[in-house]
Nanobody, 118 residues
Framework: QVQLVESGGGLVQPGGSLRLSCAAS???????????MGWYRQAPGKERELVAR???????VYGESVKGRYTISRSIANKSVTLEMNSLKVEDTAVYYC?????????WGQGTQVTVSS
């Protein structure tokens, strides 16, 4: 059974940085390498939105609101995906979710809270 577990959320001041990690279990490294991995976020009263996504060949796509501030990367050996978040803004406050897609299957993590506040 595939499980995705996020970590690294917390409280940070505007302009600060955070690193989120998502670790996959229940799959091999080879299988993990076939996944498209992504980060999504959902703020109170808003729909869940794409933050960043990295495909199996390493191509990254970012949401417009985070371009130039966030960086997604993956480690096949560690079966993990990382989201580096810089120049954080109050409006980045949300629950951040890790998602893995392969073929017609999708898996979600439980989410980690990121709060940007002074």
């Amino acid at each position: 059974q595939v499980q995705l577990v996020e970590s690294g959320g917390g409280l940070v001041q505007p302009g600060g940085s955070l690193r989120l990690s998502c670790a996959a279990s229940g799959i091999t490294e080879i299988t993990f390498s076939l996944y498209t991995m992504g980060w999504y976020r959902q703020a109170p009263g808003k729909e869940r939105e794409l933050v960043a996504r990295i495909s199996r060949d390493g191509n990254a796509v970012y949401g417009e609101s985070v371009k130039g501030r966030y960086t997604i990367s993956r480690s096949i050996a560690n079966k993990s995906v990382t989201l580096e978040m810089n120049s954080l803004k109050v409006e980045d406050t949300a629950v951040y979710y890790c998602k893995g897609d392969i073929s017609r299957w999708s898996y979600w993590g439980q989410g980690t809270q990121v709060t940007v506040s002074s």
